[in-house]
């Protein structure tokens, strides 16, 4: 009891926490625990009916004309999110959609081929358009 006639309480902790770490038979690294929380990683090693694919389409000039992402596992029927590129006649992107959305469009190129203007999200209300300047002298 305190002088004031109140009580108080208090606890110890004895035992420090013990980080330990698991590895499989490869020596990769696949639990981690500090004491208090413990993290798994999964791979397609553990995981092997859930590869981490990403895939690159080319158009007939070598440019990227889509990227698929690996697999949203966790959602129905795990879609891939697919990035598409467009290019104008000089080779430059002209436009990007991102899982068929529009993200990026109507991009505008000063004669150095630096991005002076371009159209972020699809049209509408929540448009934005960025525009960037540079020094003629330094390019920057």
Do not use: W
């Amino acid at each position: 009891m305190n002088s004031d006639g109140s009580r108080s309480l208090s606890s110890t902790r004895t035992e420090t926490p013990t980080p330990r770490n698991t590895y499989n038979l490869s020596g990769a690294l696949v639990e981690q625990n500090d004491g208090c929380q413990t993290l798994r990683f999964y791979n397609r090693i553990h995981r092997p009916d859930h590869p981490f694919t990403t895939s690159y389409l080319y158009d007939t000039l070598d440019r990227i004309k889509e990227v698929h992402y690996p697999a949203q596992y966790g959602l129905a029927g795990s879609p891939r999110k697919i990035v598409a590129h467009t290019y104008d006649t000089a080779s430059r992107l002209s436009g990007m959609t991102v899982g068929g959305q529009t993200a990026a469009s109507d991009i505008v190129y000063n004669a150095s081929d630096q991005t002076t203007s371009i159209k972020i999200g699809s049209a509408g209300t929540n448009q934005v358009t960025e525009e960037y300047t540079f020094d003629e002298q330094t390019g920057l």
